[in-house]
């Protein structure tokens, strides 16, 4: 998502290549016909279609960073106090570059400006190791104001297993978060769940042409190892696997989806009780997590009991978020 000089230049010879190609089809075919020169100017619209985005992105990435984001990533966000600040200043960027292209709307809530931070650094952490990532595709990203059914239904008389998907079909384009287990995903850096990271691994899944569990750039000298560990893995009957959440066996793309999680979420864990798996996420996302995000531990800000919950629900931590973790694993649709 951002330019560099390198992209800069290259998207430049790329808008410079088509101008000069449309400008010679209508040079071209103007002696057939002396009315095609007045296709010429198409070159220069060519031009400035190609260069767009580019010098869009260019001009967001000098920007000022609105404080109401860098007061949300500070306060919410473990991975983002663990980064030096030359990486912050990265991870800032790709936040703004992708909230400038992706809607972030509130159905029945509030997509505040720390909601549309959230969102926006659960789209970065999983990619922010990739020298260049798009999330292709993806458009708007609807916030509900709690868990839903399989109808999209968040009224109380309904059971609401699903905290987030990605949509198909008729939503595709669209992911869908329930904001409390946003909010709740980051309170606790530690728990091993985050749904917004959990969507988001969907789409790096996703970008290798289908939702497997194969996630796209994946290193050849990976690919194989890990194909062969998740199959052994959902055949097998879990035991001695009780710190993975048992929704990471329901199919190829929730292992992958939850071990993403674990593997922003508590690296040193992962590490610790399974050294090979953790080295294979390693290659997959190309960071190691464990490096730096375990030096945030000792200084980890703890919400109390009695004190407001993170979510922005107005309730007492104990009676909203801190309630959620005490109950069956979550439900997402990928």
């Given at each position: ?8 230049r ?10 000069i190609a ?9 002696f057939?016909?002396?009315?095609w ?6 070159a ?16 967001l990435?000098?920007f000022?960073?609105?404080v109401?984001?860098?007061h949300?990533?500070?306060s919410?966000?473990a ?6 600040e030359n ?5 800032r960027?790709?936040?703004?570059v992708f ?7 509130g159905i029945r809530?509030d997509?505040?400006e ?8 659960s789209a ?30 968040t009224?109380d008389?309904?059971?609401?297993t699903?905290l987030g998907?990605i949509?198909v079909s ?19 850096p ?9 969507e ?19 290193p050849?000298?990976t690919?194989?190892?890990w ?6 893995e ?5 035991q001695g ?21 674990y ?8 590490e ?6 953790y080295?294979?996420?390693?290659s997959?996302y190309?960071?190691?997590t464990?490096?730096?995000?375990s030096?945030t ?5 703890r ?11 107005g ?10 973790r005490?109950?069956?694993p979550?439900?997402?649709k990928g």
């Amino acid at each position: 998502m951002l330019i560099s000089r390198e992209s800069n230049r290259g998207n430049f010879r790329l808008a410079l290549s088509a101008a000069i190609a449309t400008a010679g089809i209508s040079v071209a075919l103007s002696f057939v016909s002396p009315w095609w020169l007045l296709t010429l100017p198409l070159a220069g619209l060519v031009f400035h279609s190609v260069r767009r985005r580019t010098l869009r992105r260019l001009k967001l990435m000098d920007f000022p960073f609105p404080v109401e984001w860098e007061h949300a990533l500070s306060s919410h966000v473990a991975f983002f106090r663990a980064l030096d600040e030359n990486q912050k200043e990265r991870f800032r960027k790709l936040v703004t570059v992708f909230l400038d292209e992706v809607m972030v709307t509130g159905i029945r809530t509030d997509a505040d400006e720390t909601t549309r931070a959230l969102v926006a650094a659960s789209a970065v952490i999983p990619i922010f190791g990739f020298d260049d990532w798009e999330y292709s595709g993806l458009g708007e990203v609807l916030i509900y104001p709690s868990a839903f059914n399989d109808e999209y239904q968040t009224d109380d008389s309904v059971e609401r297993t699903t905290l987030g998907m990605i949509g198909v079909s008729h939503l595709s384009g669209v992911m869908i978060l329930s904001k409390p287990d946003l909010f709740a995903g980051f309170a606790n850096p530690e728990d091993k769940r985050n749904v917004g990271i959990h969507e988001f691994a969907h789409l790096v899944d996703k970008a290798a042409g289908g939702v497997d569990g194969i996630p796209a750039g994946i290193p050849l000298d990976t690919a194989e190892p890990w194909v062969r560990w998740v199959g052994e893995e959902l055949r097998s009957t879990r035991q001695g696997q009780h710190h993975i959440d048992d929704y990471a066996y329901t199919n190829e793309a929730e292992y992958f989806a939850v071990l993403s999680e674990y593997f922003f979420e508590a690296p040193d864990i992962l590490e610790k009780k399974n050294p090979q798996l953790y080295q294979m996420l390693e290659s997959i996302y190309r960071q190691n997590t464990r490096s730096f995000l375990s030096l945030t531990r000792t200084r980890r800000r703890r919400v109390g009991r009695n004190a407001p919950c993170p979510c922005g629900s107005g309730k007492k931590f104990k009676r909203c978020c801190r309630r959620k973790r005490k109950r069956p694993p979550k439900r997402s649709k990928g």
